[in-house]
């Protein structure tokens, strides 16, 4: 059983030093990572922009690409999903890039600065599209209104198997936390969990995901 893992943010470029990004640790992602192991399974972990260190980036079982941008993570991810059997899209992806990276870094001149974005490509609606019947695909949804309407909306949307909800109006749920509070919604129901620990929700993920690679 191979899985692949995107996992941590993504930085745009918008000059040599400065960039556009977002506060993912790759905590979740990791957990995850580490809970497929624990299982026996491979993992292809493709993973952004993050400092921490993990065990499991060092383990045999998990082929690491490391990655910066988002045109990065769509490269290496589309080249591995193929002969994977499944895919858990953890990592928060920029929307939007800059159109043009300066070549030099960009000097304080003037009342304002117009940086203009181009939208990057969804990996996990290409994903989607490529999508076999034997191969399950997870993503994420991070919401901070109407949250139950739009992860549905996103799992219909980017074709996923199912979907990991967290709210940003949860204590201790979303970025950086150890802990988050997720529910997990497939075509069939949806499960919510209390407040854990990202490695307990690894385990409630995978178990699911398990579950819905023995029916397919
Ligand atoms: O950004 P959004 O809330 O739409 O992300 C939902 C899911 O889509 C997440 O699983 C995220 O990893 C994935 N995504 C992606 N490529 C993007 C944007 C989001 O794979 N460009």
Redesign the pocket.
């Known amino acids: 059983m191979k899985v692949l893992i ?1 996992a941590g943010p993504t930085y745009e470029r918008i000059d040599p030093v400065r960039f556009i990004g977002n506060y993912s640790s790759g905590k979740m992602g990791l957990a995850l990572a580490a809970e497929c192991v624990r299982r026996g399974m491979e993992v292809s972990l493709v993973l952004g922009p993050v400092s921490i260190d993990h065990e499991v980036l060092h383990n045999p079982n998990v082929k690491l690409t490391r990655v910066e941008s ?1 045109a990065e993570m769509f490269d290496a991810t589309v080249a591995q999903f193929a002969g994977c059997n499944a895919a858990l ?5 920029a ?1 939007f890039t800059p159109v043009a990276c300066a070549d030099k870094k960009i000097k304080r001149e003037g009342d304002e600065l117009v940086i203009r974005l181009k939208p ?5 609606a290409h994903l989607g599209s490529m999508k076999t019947e034997r191969q399950v695909l997870a ?4 919401e901070t209104n109407d949250e139950n309407l739009n992860a549905h909306k ?1 799992l219909e949307k ?1 074709n996923f198997d199912f979907i990991v909800l967290n709210s940003l109006n949860d204590e201790g749920a979303g970025f950086r936390y150890d802990t988050n509070k997720i529910t997990i919604i497939d075509r069939k129901e949806q499960t919510t969990f209390p407040l854990l620990s990202k490695q307990e929700c690894a385990v409630n993920i995978i178990d699911h995901l398990c579950h819905l690679l023995k029916t397919c």
């Open positions: 995107t988002a899209l953890c990592a928060a992806v929307d990057t490509q969804d990996i996990a993503g994420f949804a991070l996103k980017k």
